[in-house]
């Protein structure tokens, strides 16, 4: 199983795949505003990895073994 936030931003990910299968089947080009846009979500998927690690890394114990969920917060300078 794949918990919910992880899923979410595989499927981000998902414009990303579909435009690199066009240019490689289709010969489709890319221009500024694509590149902009491709850098913008993986930017974004990348924010989101590291809030959802900086508030487990904060709020869990690491010697727990009951499954500590923390809420997702923003790290610390991205208020």
């Not at 289709?26 to 913008?40: M, N």
């Not at 809030?51 to 610390?76: K, M």
């Amino acid at each position: 199983r794949v918990p919910a936030t992880d899923a979410s931003i595989i499927l981000t990910t998902e414009p990303l795949f579909a435009a690199a299968a066009g240019v490689v089947t289709l010969g489709e080009t890319f221009v500024t505003s694509d590149y902009v846009g491709a850098s913008l979500i993986i930017g974004a998927c990348i924010l989101a990895v590291l809030i959802e690690d900086e508030a487990s890394d904060e709020l869990c114990d690491p010697y727990d073994d009951s499954g500590c969920v923390p809420p997702c917060t923003w790290p610390e300078g991205f208020e």
